[in-house]
């Protein structure tokens, strides 16, 4: 396969922060659809990954192409514009507004300086807010204020935001962190219904989690990837024993 063919093509990417390669000549390449799951030790680099792919962060040397495209030198708000949505741990909704006023104002032609003045709840954005609001299961919630959802629900709204700009890749670091046994099984429902039409990857410690979910698994350690292949590979790979899965 060239790399056209890949959604993301990671190829020799390096980071070094004072002489310290936290990223160090890393490849990887993700496929449309598929939903991929880097899991890895304490301090291997994954949330850096995400950061060097989201231009939060500077490759210090090698590519980062997304649909063939590169995005190492772009600047951060126009890696959002070409497709590429980033979900941080913390979530960053608008806790007085509600659910639907949340999603709203994430449409993205509500974005530009115009755009916002000019801003017109019309019938499209009101049944795209509908449609991610059902995909996100608060299709019932619209006019509840988003302080008073539970964590889960939140942080559901938070993936519901960055899908009212239909990312053609979404990134989540560690989405069920907090979240009760339900919500984590929703959650797992939730990813492999967003996948379809789009590549995520996600960052998670939860084996559990994981293998409900990931077509692929990533393992990095110290900056590389160790392994990767299908969870059941991954698991019975005696290096990612030694490093990770034995402790
Ligand atoms: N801006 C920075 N400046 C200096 N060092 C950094 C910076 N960002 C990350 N690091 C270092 O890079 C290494 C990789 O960190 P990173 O957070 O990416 O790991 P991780 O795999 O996400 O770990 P965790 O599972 O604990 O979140 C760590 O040693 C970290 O201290």
New binding site residues.
Partial sequence: MSNTDFALAVEDLTVS??G?K?INGLTLYVDRNELRVII?P????????LDLICGK?RASHGSIKFKNQEMTRMAEHRIVRAGIGRKFQTPSIYENLSVFKNLEVSFPRGRSVFGALAFRCDSEVKDRVQAVADEIGLGDALDTEAGLLSHGQKQWLEIGMLLMQEPELLMLDEPIAGMSVRERELTADLLQRICKGRSVIV?E?DMDFVKRIAHKVTV?HQGRILAEGSMDQVQNDPKVIDVYLGH
Avoid: P, S, V
């Fill in positions: 922060f004072d310290f936290a890895g304490n301090g291997a680099g994954k949330t850096t990954l962060t960052i410690h990095m």
